[in-house]
Each structure stands twice: as structure tokens, then as C-alpha cells.
């Protein structure tokens, strides 16, 4: 009987294909990408009905939900129409991720592979976002997005006014400072997103781990319950403060401090 793998900070290699490595958290990302883009495309299949069925009325009820979030923030029904498809991808790939993570048999299946060197059991599958890789992915794609929506409605000056301000202009010395603070900022946020739903997740996959090894059947019930709340609150978080830094970065500098 092998010994419980405890969750490791890198994720685990289980195959190869010629040099490209096969990790757990990658297999996890392909299924939940299958899963939503099947279930998009049973949508489209069966077309829009005035009357609609079940499935129509939960979509709408998601794209309508999730349109209404953005507005709230951004204010512009123009942009929020822009940023939804990206900012929509986000919410329902990391959440669904998140929750396709505690299902029984994740972690738990393992398979022998090569890890640092030693033939271990290694999960089959892990949670994507316990992964640093992904959120770096996320994150990245977040702050690039951010930059060029900035870019493209303010104009280059208007933008970088934001983090470079004249000593000699108003308020003297102050707009400096901030300008700095605003730009040093822009890396904090990076730092701040990955490691954010990285570390949630990651302690979440631990704490099952420890509380199914220590209580294995009625304990972990709660848990679970707190696990998909987790999973959810981290996919809004994620999600609405892409959408606020978008907001900020397409608002002109004299209209942010007006």
C-alpha cells in the first residue's frame, strides 16, 4: 500500500510527449477546457429559443449575471462589453478549475513517475490552480491586457502620465513620488496575483489532504463545502480586480484625481 503523497509545491510530471512534459495540472486544465467548451457547444448546437430549456436558462442567467458585475465596476456599457469575453473566460476557467480540483479521485489516483530524480506516485491529476505556472499565465495575461485596453483609450502620453510625472508640475514633487508608488505598484499587483489564488488553493489541497488522512469520511464533508466557496470567491476576486484595474487604466489621469 503506498504512502499518501503529500501535495508538493511544483507540480508533477506523468508523461511525455517527445520533449514536452505532461504535467498533472496541465492534464487538469485540458479537462475543465474540454468540459466548458462542451458544454458551449451543446448550447450552440441547439440554438436560441424564445421559450428557453434549462440549459439556455442557466447560461443567460450566467452571461447576464456576470455582464451586470462587470457594469458595476466599469460603468461603461461600451467597455464592458469589450472586456466580457476575457474577463468572462477568467471567472468560469478558474472557478470551475477550482471545483473539478475536490472532486474525489484528484490527488488521490496516482500513477509512477520520475519526480526530482526518484521513481515516486505521483496524483494523476491536480488541482490547475495549485500550479504558480498557471496563475503566473493568468496574471500575466491580466496585467498585459490592462496595459494595452490603457494604451489604446487614453493614448500613450495619457497613460504614462500616470507613472511619470514632472517635478515642477503640480502638486510639486508629490506627483513624483506617486508616479513611482503607481509604478512600482504594477509589479506588487503581479507578485500579488499569482501568489493570491496560487496560495489559497495550494493550502486548500493541503488542508484535504491532512484532514482526510487524520478523519477520512464524515470530517472532510465541511471542508469540502469551504473548499467550493474558496474556489468561487477566488475566480470573483481574480476577476474583479482585473476589471477595476482595467477601469483605472482606461480612465484618464486629470479624470482619476477630479
Known amino acids: 500500500m503506498s504512502a499518501i503523497h503529500a501535495p ?4 508533477e510530471t506523468i508523461a511525455h510527449i517527445g520533449p514536452f512534459e505532461i504535467r498533472n495540472t496541465i492534464l487538469m486544465a485540458w479537462i475543465t477546457m474540454v ?7 451543446i448550447a450552440k448546437t441547439r440554438g436560441y429559443k424564445l421559450i428557453p430549456n434549462r440549459l439556455q436558462s442557466l447560461l443567460e442567467l450566467i452571461v447576464e449575471g456576470i455582464l451586470a458585475l462587470i457594469d458595476s465596476v466599469m460603468q461603461d456599457n461600451k467597455m ?34 520520475m519526480h526530482e530524480g526518484k521513481l515516486i506516485n505521483v496524483p494523476l491529476l491536480r488541482s490547475m490552480n495549485a500550479d504558480a505556472n498557471v496563475t503566473l499565465a493568468f496574471t500575466l495575461i491580466s496585467v498585459i491586457a490592462t496595459q494595452i485596453l ?4 487614453v493614448g500613450i502620453f495619457g497613460h504614462l502620465s500616470k507613472y511619470i510625472v514632472a ?14 508608488l503607481e509604478f512600482v505598484g504594477e ?10 489564488l496560487f496560495g489559497n488553493i495550494f493550502a486548500g489541497e493541503v488542508l484535504l489532504v491532512v484532514i482526510s488522512f487524520l478523519v477520512p469520511y464524515i470530517l472532510p464533508i465541511p471542508f469540502l463545502g469551504l473548499e467550493i466557496f474558496v474556489g468561487f470567491i477566488q475566480a470573483l476576486v481574480f476577476s474583479l480586480l482585473t476589471v477595476a484595474f ?8 486629470g479624470e482619476a484625481h477630479a
Open 8 to 11: 508538493t509545491l511544483a507540480s
Open 35 to 41: 468540459l466548458l467548451i462542451g458544454v458551449a457547444g
Open 80 to 113: 464592458t462589453r469589450k472586456v466580457f469575453p476575457m474577463i468572462a473566460t477568467f471567472f468560469l476557467f478558474i472557478m470551475f478549475a477550482n471545483w473539478l480540483g475536490i472532486i474525489p479521485g484528484v490527488g488521490s489516483i496516482t500513477v509512477e513517475a
Open 150 to 153: 490603457g494604451l489604446a483609450t
Open 167 to 180: 517635478p515642477w508640475k503640480k502638486p510639486y514633487g508629490i506627483g513624483t513620488v506617486v508616479g513611482i
Open 187 to 196: 509589479f506588487a499587483r503581479l507578485i500579488s496575483f499569482v501568489f493570491r
Open 246 to 253: 482595467i477601469k483605472m487604466a482606461v480612465t484618464a489621469h
